[in-house]
Structures are given as structure tokens and as C-alpha cells.
């Protein structure tokens, strides 16, 4: 993996502009570069869920973008708003809600590692209603899901978009819990650079840093994941 994505991206550092490339990582794999947004035009669905954070994703038009790439005759898109920097049980449960409401067969996740790992747990819930957070911890979960899940990160350095690991926080309890299980990991992720240019100057070199020490981690770490 790690080999393939060097080399898409020197490639597109070669050629002095970033263009759209498909990176074969999650299952349908990882579209990133310029305009990578725009991939969201081919996506087949009726319903549509977008799980997002505060209002920044509004502020600077992302979420207007996303649901003019996605509209068309008949599609439904809702919005979830609200996950905050450390996704909650009570965030988690009021998303599920509207999930259940809705009844999407596509979640779009947009934002930072907090929404996402939200979403990743509202999913789970969602397809999975047997599941909930008084068993999640001590029962084998599911291998598959129906549900499409897509995930798109504004910010560097978690990785969220890639990975089968969910973090909440139980606010009850002041205590987090991470669920690891492989059917968390998004289907799609859309890495566009443009999402990241709309965050403040400090916490993107921040979050950029957070990146470079992950993929140092990656490069000399030899223990299996």
C-alpha cells in the first residue's frame, strides 16, 4: 500500500499540479487530489446522510459543494450536524436517530477525525440495531455491511478515513473507549487538498505535523498493526 501510494504521488509531483487519483485502499479505495470532491457526482444512492461537525463545513461552502455534487432526481440529503472535538455517546445516539429516521443506504462523513469516528459508530448502530454500546465491547461484530460509508477529512494527521478504529467518549462516565473492528473502515475516502486550505493557518500546520510524525511512525515502526 505504502508503495503505491508513494508513487501516485510522485507523479502527480512531477507533473507540478495534483490531479485525481485512485488509490486502492479501502474497498473502493481512496480518491485523492484536485477536485476529488467531484467523485461524489458519480455515487449511486436514494438516500443520503452527511454526518459533519460544527459549523466551519458550512462557513466556508463545503457542505453546499457536497450536496450540489450529490443531488439529483429523487436523492434524499440530510444533514447531521454538530460532533464535537471528542464524538460522545449522546452524539453518537442523536445521529443514529436521525439515521433510523432517514434511512440512508449511503453516510457521507466530512470533517475531522471526530466526525468521522462518529459516523463510524452510527453506521455500525445503524445496520446493526442489535448492537449498542452496552454490548459493543464484548461481542464479535459483523464482517460486512450494506451500508455505504464515505468518508472525507478536512484536517491532516488522524487517518480516520482509512482506519477500523472508532474513539468515543462516554460522558457519564468522563471516559473514552475505542471499537476496533475492521467493518468500521470506510468504503471510500476523498482526500481533496482544498478541504484542508479552508482550516486556520495554525491548526493546519498543526494537524500537517500530525501527519509527517504518522508517516515516520509508519515508515520505521516494524510491529504489525
Known amino acids: 500500500m505504502f508503495n503505491t501510494f508513494h508513487s501516485a504521488f510522485m507523479f502527480n509531483i512531477k507533473k507540478e499540479e495534483f490531479y485525481m487519483s485512485i488509490l486502492p485502499f479501502p474497498a473502493q479505495g481512496i480518491v485523492i487530489g484536485k477536485n476529488a470532491l467531484e467523485h461524489l457526482k458519480t455515487i449511486d444512492f436514494t438516500s443520503a446522510v452527511i454526518v459533519t461537525g460544527g459549523s466551519s463545513m458550512f462557513r466556508t461552502g463545503v457542505i453546499d459543494k457536497v450536496q450540489e455534487y450529490l443531488s439529483g432526481n429523487g436523492k434524499r440529503i440530510t444533514v447531521y450536524n454538530g460532533v464535537g472535538k471528542n464524538p460522545t455517546t449522546y452524539e453518537v445516539l442523536k445521529g443514529l436517530q436521525t439515521l433510523n429516521d432517514e434511512k440512508p443506504d449511503v453516510i457521507i462523513a466530512i470533517g475531522g477525525g471526530s466526525a468521522i469516528d462518529c459516523a463510524k ?33 478536512s484536517t491532516s494527521g488522524t487517518g ?25 473502515k470506510p468504503d471510500l475516502a476523498i482526500i481533496d487538498g482544498a478541504l484542508a486550505m479552508t482550516m486556520p493557518s495554525n491548526i493546519a500546520a498543526e494537524t500537517r505535523m500530525d501527519a509527517l510524525t504518522h508517516a515516520l511512525e509508519c515508515y520505521i515502526n516494524n510491529n504489525l498493526d
Request: overall charge neutral; some cysteine.
Open 121 to 153: 459508530c452510527m453506521t455500525l448502530f445503524y445496520e446493526f440495531p442489535m448492537i449498542g454500546f452496552n454490548n459493543v465491547l464484548t461481542i464479535e461484530l459483523p464482517k460486512q455491511r450494506k451500508t455505504q460509508f464515505i468518508a472525507i477529512p
Open 160 to 184: 480516520s478515513e482509512v482506519t477500523h478504529v472508532t474513539v468515543i467518549t462516554n460522558t457519564e462516565e468522563n471516559q473514552k473507549f475505542a471499537i476496533k473492528a475492521n467493518i468500521l
